[in-house]
């Protein structure tokens, strides 16, 4: 079996002394697991096309057990990460959540427009970090199966009032006159956020604003709403948060 694609490295490990296993995100075939022979090697051709977050053209073929990179060529390596901990650590986190998010041997189109657009906007740093961060969250639970009922009150229906609740364990949203135990008070415009966030067309999510103050709000609700859908330790989120104190 051959398949021929484009992909982004999300994972990758060393493996003996010069290979490397490498999970890519794929729009036709979602994740996909795949050995790189020598990839470690100084003079290898694969090198730079098969190194965490390089977005590469890929020809791969299944040996008895794996496939194998058989040919890479780098369309974007996102050398930008680099120059920037804070980047970098935010960018590893997203490639750990995108990884949840997907799946094996289905498309998953969107989860990688997603990152790569995440990606190349840490690279630019003409959004913060913060706003950046919260949208990838969101519209990646909302890809993964995890959307959060935000069209109307839970519980009168009430579409919205000056202040609402969203309660971050079960993804619904109360109004003013309906307040629930343990939700996070929020202002009408971070839940017009949070709705554009997960409903708007790929291309405009990142394109709204807020006052630091709510957008620190929003970005608070987006990352206690991800940890309670995906309930396992995030390593690369728990080193970005050590960078900000």
Request: charged share 25%; with cysteine; glycine share 4%.
């Amino acid at each position: 079996m051959r398949r021929i694609t484009k992909g982004l490295v999300i994972r990758e490990q060393t493996i003996g002394e010069s290979d490397r296993l490498v999970t890519l995100l794929t729009a036709d075939f979602g994740l996909v697991k795949a050995f790189v022979r020598r990839a470690k090697q100084i003079k290898s051709r694969l090198g730079s096309a098969t190194t965490l977050f390089a977005y590469s053209d890929f020809s791969l073929y299944k040996s008895k057990d794996a496939f194998v990179v058989d040919d890479a060529s780098p369309i974007e390596v996102f050398f930008g990460l680099r120059r920037d901990i804070d980047r970098l650590t935010l960018a590893q986190y997203f490639a750990q959540l995108a990884y949840e998010m997907s799946a094996e041997e289905q498309p998953e189109e969107e989860v990688l427009r997603l990152t790569l657009n995440s990606l190349h906007l840490l690279c630019k740093g003409e959004k913060s970090l913060t706003q950046i961060k919260a949208v990838f969250e969101l519209r990646a639970l909302c890809l993964g199966g995890y959307m959060p009922s935000i069209l109307a009150c839970d519980n009168c229906g009430t579409y919205e009032t000056e202040t609402m609740y969203f309660d971050t364990l079960e993804g619904k949203i109360y109004c003013e006159n309906c307040p629930k135990t343990g939700a996070e008070l929020v202002p009408k415009n971070v839940i017009t956020a949070l709705r554009f966030i997960c409903l708007t067309e790929p291309n405009k999510i990142f394109s709204f604003s807020l006052s630091d103050e709510n957008l620190k709000l929003l970005s608070d609700i987006a990352e206690k709403y991800t940890l309670s859908r995906v309930q396992r330790r995030l390593s690369a989120l728990e080193f970005y948060k050590g960078l900000q104190k």
